[in-house]
Structure formats: C-alpha cells, structure tokens
C-alpha cells in the first residue's frame, strides 16, 4: 500500500541539470531516512545518496559527490544533479528505510524495503 513515485526524469545534455523528486504516499516517511538509487542497462543497482530524516546528515557515492544534492521537504525529497556525464545514464530509484529509522543512511540497497518504480535519466554526449 505504500508508494513511493518518482519524477523529473528526462533526456539532458552532458553538463546540463535535472532535478528528481520523490513523493510519498505515506506521512510517516517524512521521518524516515532515505536513499536514491540508479541502474544502467547490464549493471547492478548502485548507491547514489541517502538523507536522514531531518536532512541535516547526507550521505553521497564518490562517483557523483560535488555534482549532485540530496534534499528533502515535509513531503517530499529532492536530488539535484548538476554537470551530468553520459555515465550518469539510468534509471533512478528513490527508497526508504525498511525498518523506518531515521539517522541511518545506508548504502546498501537491501536496507531500504520501499521502492519507486524509477524515472530514466538519459545524458547524451
């Protein structure tokens, strides 16, 4: 019954921007830590950033640390992409923690038990 969806997904230019969003359907995640994830055709998910519940402690993979910002409002979170490269291709997954705590910013994706369906992210050269 809870859902997570996300949005902002697109076709953008390398060194271009785009903002994801992620809304849930639920009131008790604006308490809970949250993560976003990506996977390219042919790889394994991978870890992207994680954010605690009041978003004072932010987490990011050294892969898209200094290009993209993990934030999240009352009802929704947020990541910033900015000087995207062709790599950054996937489609995004936003996740919230499995057992609904608040500090914990995990990077493994089997700590997170709610999933959106994803939105593609697509960077041309």
């Known amino acids: 019954q809870v859902q997570l969806v996300e949005s902002g997904g697109g076709l953008v230019q390398a060194g271009g921007s785009l903002r994801l969003s992620c809304a849930a359907s639920e009131r008790t995640f604006s308490n809970v830590a949250m993560g976003w994830f990506r996977q390219a055709p042919g790889k394994e998910r991978e870890f992207v950033a994680a954010?605690?519940?009041?978003?004072?402690t932010t987490y990011y993979a050294d892969s898209v640390k200094g290009r993209f910002t993990i934030s999240r409002d009352n009802t929704m979170v947020y990541l910033q992409m900015s000087s995207l490269k062709p790599e950054d291709t996937a489609v995004y997954y936003c996740?919230?923690?499995?057992?609904?705590?608040?500090?914990?910013?995990?990077?493994?994706?089997?700590?997170?038990?709610?999933w959106g369906q994803g939105t593609q992210v697509t960077v041309s050269s």
């Open positions: 996740a919230a923690d499995a057992a609904f705590r608040r500090d914990v910013v995990a990077i493994a994706s089997k700590a997170y038990g709610y």
């Open positions: 954010i605690n519940w009041s978003g004072s």
